[in-house]
Structure formats: C-alpha cells, structure tokens
C-alpha cells in the first residue's frame, strides 16, 4: 500500500504544487436505448432487468438492478441500481454507479419516434468518479512515467476499508484513493474530462450490452440513441496537512467573507453552512450563484476542497463559452463541457484559497484593533454605524453592502480611507485591505 503523505502535495506551497482536479461526484443522464417491439415481449423483456450484471475487475458478477416496476404494457418502467444486499452490510460488492433506469420523456428528448418503437429508456446517473478508479487493478510494477492502459474497465466494485499504517479516513472512505503508485500516477496522467469518458463509455457499453442480451430472449430489438445532460459536477483538490481537523475548523470564520449573506427566500443564498459527517466538520459557503465550496478533513493526514457545481451554473458557464446548454447527442462534446467546468471551477478555487490563506494567516506586524477602531469611527463620523460596521467584521471578516442599506455607504467610505476593498470586481462584498488583515483577525479574538 502506498503511503498517500508522501503522494499527496502539501497545502502550505498550492501555489508551486497545485494538483488536477479530479471530480468526486457528477449527477448526469446517460442514455438512450429504444425498445423496438410488440408491448407484452418489451414488458417481459423489462422483467428481466434483474439480470443485468456488472463485472468487478476479479471477474465477479453482481445484478445491477432491483427488482424493475413496470407500467401497463410496459409504458413507464423505474429500476434503482443495486446498492447491496438489506441488512449491515459494510463494504457490499455493488456497481460503481448508482442511479435509476426510467423511461425517458420530453418532446425535445423523443423529438424523433422509430418504426415499432415502443418504449425508451435511460440511467439517471448518480457517477463516483475516485469510487471507479479504485475499482480497476494496476499493476504493482510499472515502467516510470508511463501511461497506463488498462483492456477492460470493471464495471462494479468490492469495497473495503481505505487506510495505510498512518493514514485513515474521517468521513466516507469510498471515495478516496488508497492504493498503489501505480493508482495515483495513472489518476493524475489524464484530465478529468478523460477519466470521466472512459467511465461514462464502461457504463453505456455495459448496460447497452446488457440490454441487448435479455432483449433478445424476447424477440425485442434495442437501439442506442446516444444522449447526455449533466445535471451536477463535484470537482474535488486534496492536500497533505498535519492537523486537517484544526484547518478546518479555522476557515470557519474566514469563509463567511467568501460569499454575500442575504435573508433565506425565493432569491438565491449566498451563505456558509457547517455541519458534521462522521468525524470532520464540513464547512461550506456559496462563492457565486449555484457554485459551492466545501472544505473538510477528509483523512487524519489531508484537507480536501469541492468545487460543486449546480445545473442552473452549469449551464450558465457553458453558455458563456458558446455552448447551448447541458445536453448532448456525443461524448466529445461532453469531454469539451467538463473541460469548461473543470477550468471554470479550478478559477473559482483558486481565488477562495487566496483568500483563505489571507484570512487564515494574517501579517504579525501592522495595526492593532484599537487602530481599526479609531480608523473606522474617524472614517464613517457615526458612532452607530461604527459599531455595526466593527462587529460585523469580527464576526465574518467581511462587509457586504445590499442596495439601500447604510452599510452601502459605509463600504464606499472605507474603501475611499484604505480600510476596505471589494473581493473581487463588480463583488458585492467588501473584504480589509492587505494592511488592515491581522487587525481584522485579532478583532475576532476580543
């Protein structure tokens, strides 16, 4: 077993060893196949779901699907994905996807109907993209530096417990790479749109086959209508920490400046949240319009970050980028949308790291909250608003500045006295200025 400290880059120099991002989770519609035939043999070809196997890369065999619920002469159809036998049941052998198998619907989906076609169907896919690679084998020795090229893809996955002598999971362990060199070169050999196609084609090429196979018992005949629509994107940076638990928790208060806090209705929330799943405390905050950030201890030994994205800012960034929308008829076309994600999310990282590492390691030397005090109130001429103002910036860091509000002068005042400055351009919140950012991080301590 490989020990990942010595694998995994280190948070302290991002910025000279910023690895690939890699996607955690991705949310997307992989089909279509179109069921050609007479109503009962499709219903019984349909009963048959149950019968559709992956392979793990040991050559075991595992159903794919529960049992199927079917609609009159088989006009509807709804198949969960197997997620291992009922019961406590730890580490199931299972497919290294998940999702459901149900009909497809929508004029812009079933814009074209074939002769004797009765039924079409597709896989809501629930993808686990670091899960599929530790499902592969690779081999123990290799020639350096070179790509490997693995025959046959498996399909499902016996999990076990990821760990080395010196390093364990804190949350989920199924998604995390634990493994030999060898896993970690060919990770990081590929751009995440490359290992997201050789997943995508492992599940279409099994289930297409599949498909094919109980159909034919039946006399049913299956075409394949390729369809794709990405509906949710996590892309997921690891770094090496001695005490990822404590980093954690100390970005806590800095991400509160990340993002505008606004009251909880019908508009978009811009917000932090903290929560705790099993043994790490998970602290998120919104960076724009359906983008999130999430920070938590994934092991004893690495912090991770997720760049998770949403299909109303999916679909915004491709559209900027000149692409009609989410959906699409060809896997290329999919590798250029992840591409544009990809980039899209590593920009919007890079720039709350800067942040975070300004917030959470503030200059020793510079002036003392007393002096932002006196600065504040001599700027602002308003003992009130000061106070307000103070306090706030205790409590996030940050000052936003909503249309209306008096804070929207008072960010313009303390911008025009060199105390704050906007995160960003056109960014409604404003964050201190290089020499008033140990100030600000000491004031939080009083």
């Not at 804190?170 to 493994?179: A, E, K, Q």
Request: aromatic content about 6%.
């Amino acid at each position: 077993m490989a020990r990942r400290s010595n694998l995994v880059p280190s948070i302290i120099n991002w910025r000279e060893n910023m690895p690939s991002a890699l996607i955690d989770r991705i949310d997307m519609v992989i089909g279509d196949w179109a069921f050609l035939g007479r109503g009962a043999e499709v219903q019984n070809a349909l009963g048959s779901l149950s019968e559709v196997s992956a392979v793990t890369c040991n050559g075991e065999a595992i159903p794919v699907f529960n049992q199927p619920k079917l609609g009159t002469r088989a006009t509807t159809v709804s198949a969960e994905v197997n997620r291992g036998p009922p019961g406590n049941v730890i580490f199931p052998t299972i497919p290294v996807f998940g999702g459901q198998l149900i009909h497809a619907f929508g004029p812009v989906r079933l814009r074209e109907q074939y002769r004797q076609e009765h039924l079409r169907v597709g896989l809501n896919a629930k993808l686990n993209l670091l899960r599929f690679l530790n499902a592969q084998h690779f081999p123990r020795r290799s020639v350096k530096n070179r790509t490997y090229r693995i025959r046959e893809f498996a399909s499902a996955i016996a999990l076990r417990n990821m760990h080395d002598d010196t390093e364990h999971c804190l949350t989920d362990d199924t998604n995390v790479l634990f493994g030999t060199p060898a896993l970690y070169r060919y990770a990081q050999s590929k751009a995440a749109e490359d290992h997201l196609v050789d997943y995508i084609n492992t599940v279409s090429s099994m289930l297409g086959t599949e498909l094919c196979r109980i159909a034919g018992d039946y006399g049913v005949r299956v075409l394949h209508l390729p369809y794709y629509s990405i509906q949710h994107v996590e892309f997921v940076w690891e770094f090496q920490h001695d005490s990822p638990i404590r980093y954690v928790e100390a970005t806590e208060l800095p991400l509160r400046a990340l993002g505008e806090t606004t009251v909880k209705n019908r508009a978009l929330v811009r917000g932090e949240e903290v929560r705790s799943t099993q043994n790490s405390f998970i602290v998120k905050a919104e960076l724009s319009s359906g983008c999130t950030l999430a920070v938590y201890a994934k092991t004893n030994l690495s912090v991770r970050f997720e760049v998770r994205l949403n299909d109303y800012r999916i679909g915004k960034t491709l559209k900027d980028h000149g692409i009609g929308g989410r959906t699409t008829n060809s896997l290329v076309n999919v590798h250029a949308m992840l591409g544009h994600l990809r980039q899209s999310a590593t920009r919007e990282l890079m720039q709350a790291m800067a942040a975070l590492e300004r917030s959470t390691h503030p200059l020793p030397d510079g002036p003392t909250p007393i002096d932002l005090c006196l600065e504040v109130t001599q700027a602002l001429q308003d003992i009130a608003l000061s106070k307000s103002v103070l306090e706030t910036l205790r409590n996030r860091g940050s000052l936003a500045s909503p249309q209306g509000s008096l804070f929207k002068g008072a960010t313009r005042q303390l911008t025009s006295a060199g105390i704050l400055m906007r995160r960003g351009p056109r960014h409604p919140v404003y964050v201190p200025q290089e020499r008033w950012v140990s100030a600000v991080a000491r004031l939080r301590g009083m």
